[in-house]
């Protein structure tokens, strides 16, 4: 079964803010990943945390980290139509990735 | 400077071909990994090549090998294909480093086996 685990879907109206979680399992990682996806193409990569900081914000992106839960949230602020896509959440193994299922999320006018 | 180059884009085979896939890495990148996209998944991790060997390997059989060249270029080979190596496969590139190993992935190659 999958390591990382994520919800698999989110809706959100233009202009609000989305939310988009991820669990991992190896306390070892150093780094986590956030991936966005859009309709065949391949992964872009929009920002990571190095496991010894608990925040990291980017301009509209909002990365929270919970070590001791092992829990990792994306936050969109202002979210618009073009934020449309599949996230993925990624954790480092042994120089590898190991990816959640994604989450689809789709934002309405 | 450009990123990492996947080719071909699309590629149809029919059950017990062999296919190339075929990737170039990012400027100043020396590692390629490849990776499976089945559809509505996450990438799956088939192997990792450094140096021109075979680094790391997930949980992919011997059907599946990879080559790097010196120019880090690198190629993916699937022999005996199957119905279920339909999928989008990804190639991805990072410097080797002990501090930082972002990997940059390539648009992918889109493979149908009928």
């Known amino acids: 079964g999958e390591d990382v685990e994520q919800s698999l879907f989110l809706s959100v109206r233009e202009g609000d803010s989305s939310v988009i979680n991820c669990t991992y399992t190896d306390s070892s990682s150093t780094y986590l990943y956030w991936y966005k996806q859009e309709p065949g193409a391949g992964l872009q990569l929009l920002t990571y945390i190095f496991s010894n900081m608990d925040m990291k914000q980017d301009q509209r992106l909002t990365v929270l980290l919970n070590k001791k839960d092992k829990h990792l949230s994306l936050r969109i602020a202002d979210t618009q139509t073009g934020d449309s896509a599949i996230y993925f959440c990624a954790e480092v193994r042994y120089s590898t990735l190991t990816f959640g299922k994604g989450t689809m999320l789709l934002v309405s006018p | 400077d450009a990123g990492v180059t996947q080719s071909p884009t699309h590629l149809i085979k029919t059950r017990g071909q062999q296919v190339t896939l075929r990737c170039s890495p990012k400027s100043g990148h020396d590692t390629v990994s490849w990776y499976q996209q089945a559809l509505g998944q996450g990438p799956q991790f088939i192997f990792q090549?450094?140096?021109?060997?075979?680094?790391q390997r997930g949980n992919f059989p011997d059907r599946f090998s990879g080559h790097q060249f010196p120019n880090y270029s690198s190629e993916l080979n699937v022999n005996a294909l199957l119905l279920g190596d339909s999928a989008l496969y990804l190639c991805?590139?990072?410097?080797?480093?002990?501090?930082?190993?972002?990997?940059?992935f390539g648009p992918g190659t889109r493979l149908l086996v009928l």
């Open positions: 991805a590139s990072s410097p080797d480093t002990k501090y930082q190993e972002t990997q940059y």
């Open positions: 090549y450094y140096e021109e060997e075979e680094r």
